[in-house]
Nanobody, 118 residues
Framework: QVQLVESGGGSVQAGGSLRLSCAAS????????MGWFRQAPGKGREAVAT???????NYADSVKGRFTTSQDNAKNTLYLQMNSLKPEDTAMYFC????????????WGQGTQVTVSS
């Protein structure tokens, strides 16, 4: 199994940028389908970005053109670069891993808080 630890969250003004990191241990990230999710207070969890085994990425419409996810297998770390942040991006952000052949993400980090002020 893999353990995930997010970092890089914080408070920024609208239009600012943050880069989140998700450090993995216990197993290689290259064995998993990875994703970033977020959950705002009173709202359900939303998939923000995913990255597949071949490196292809998908993004929620709300973040396309502003967020970029990448994976450094040498560092065993997943990243989420967030630019042009908006107040509606305020949420707890989680990274998660899904094993090949499984339909659900079964490994989750503890989350990192992102707060964007107007």
């Amino acid at each position: 199994q893999v353990q995930l630890v997010e970092s890089g969250g914080g408070s920024v003004q609208a239009g600012g940028s943050l880069r989140l990191s998700c450090a993995a241990s216990g197993n290689s990230l290259s064995l998993y389908y990875m994703g970033w999710f977020r959950q705002a207070p009173g709202k359900g969890r939303e998939a923000v970005a995913t990255i597949a085994f071949g490196g292809s990425t998908n993004y929620a419409d709300s973040v396309k053109g502003r967020f970029t996810t990448s994976q450094d297998n040498a560092k065993n770390t997943l990243y989420l670069q967030m630019n042009s942040l908006k107040p509606e991006d305020t949420a707890m952000y989680f990274c998660a891993a899904r094993r090949k052949g499984y339909a659900v993400y079964d490994y989750w980090g503890q989350g990192t808080q992102v707060t964007v002020s107007s």
